[in-house]
């Protein structure tokens, strides 16, 4: 086998203009083999408290990846030199049933783990990190966790359904898959219900740091305190586009001002190398309301800085 075999790569743009070829993430071979990591696609909004959408979420987020170039200029990561990458579809959810969805997310990472060692998925709503979470936790044990939003998630139920899209690190964490005491909150911002509604993970012992601690700053040396907190443990990243501003990131259900910028969204995951990543997803972004494409476009670059801090990455300085 020869090392492109053993190592797909993402279509080049002098094989296929970018805008043609097929509309996986970045252009990868689809695949349900084995992977080192796996692309997924989970195309939930029925979790959504506001505005609805997130359901095109992948569809557009690949689409905008076709832009993306497999090595990292910055950080000198060459992710397809080291790694066997590719885009293993969608979850076959049920759109008309929550609780039902959350079960057939979770069966289907069951079963894609056996498979793949790290999967990236990109969303859908928020909801999906609690089945994704549990799944990975039957295998890792619970996570250590770092939870970029606008938003704590941490809501006990919304309209008397347990797992939404502002309720799923709640229980993530009271149904064990997630460690509070391994977990970081960055960029919770905007208004609330009551004065305590940041303050029941802190209690918890994560560190919880809102954006107007963020603001101005280089994120960098929250990371190095992020890594000793997560030591060497399972750890997951979960980030909500939300977690960026509305100037960055418009197109998403429930936007709040004032918050982090692509560059700090750049600093948090950078600042992840080093970290036992097992999984990540990028959620929330809804076409619908991202006119310029620019919102899918970040979360398809935020997914290849993920998969650029993923274990067992090569590095290339020349
Ligand atoms: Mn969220
Ligand atoms: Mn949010």
């Keep these: 086998m020869s090392t492109d075999d053993a190592f797909p790569q993402p279509l080049g743009g002098n094989t296929m203009p970018r805008f043609g070829g097929p509309a996986t993430m970045m252009r990868l071979p689809p695949t349900d083999g084995r992977l ?12 959504t408290s506001n505005r609805p959408g997130s359901r095109f979420g992948p569809r557009q987020i690949r689409a905008e990846s076709c832009l993306l170039r497999p090595y990292n200029m910055a ?13 293993a579809g969608d979850v076959a959810l049920n759109t008309f049933n929550l609780a039902a969805s959350i079960d057939i997310i979770t069966d289907h990472y069951r ?26 936790a039957e295998r890792h044990g619970p996570l250590g966790m770092v939870h970029v939003d606008a938003h704590a998630d941490v809501s006990r139920t919304m309209f008397g359904e347990r797992i939404t899209h502002g309720s799923w690190l709640r229980h993530a964490i009271d149904d064990g898959y997630v460690d509070p005491r391994r ?9 609330g219900y009551a004065a305590d509604d940041f303050d029941w993970m802190a ?18 040396p929250l990371m190095h305190e992020v890594r000793a907190k997560l030591g060497g443990g399972a750890t997951y990243l979960s980030f909500d586009i939300d977690g960026l501003d509305p100037s960055v990131a418009p197109g998403t259900g429930t936007p709040e001002i004032g918050g982090l910028t692509a560059i700090q969204g750049l600093e948090i995951i950078r600042g992840l190398r080093g970290v036992s990543l097992v999984g ?3 959620v929330e972004v809804s076409p619908a309301y991202d006119a310029s494409g620019n919102t899918a ?10 998969l650029c801090v993923v274990p067992g990455v090569a590095y290339r300085t020349a």
Aim: hydrophobic share 50%; charged share 15%; with cysteine.
């Design 111 to 136: 079963s894609m783990l056996q498979n793949v060692g790290v999967p990236l998925s990109i969303g859908g709503d928020h909801t999906i990190t609690y089945p994704i979470a549990r799944a990975l």
């Design 280 to 282: 990540a997803d990028v």
């Design 36 to 47: 080192d990591v796996a692309f997924v696609g989970v195309p939930l909004d029925i979790g």
């Design 297 to 306: 476009l970040v979360a398809a670059n935020l997914l290849f800085e993920i």
């Design 183 to 191: 977990t970081v909150q960055i960029g919770l911002r905007g208004t």
């Design 203 to 220: 209690g918890l012992g994560a560190r919880v740091v809102p954006a107007e601690e963020c603001w101005h700053h280089s994120l960098t």
């Design 75 to 87: 950080t000198r990561a060459a992710p397809f030199e080291s790694l066997v990458v590719g885009d």
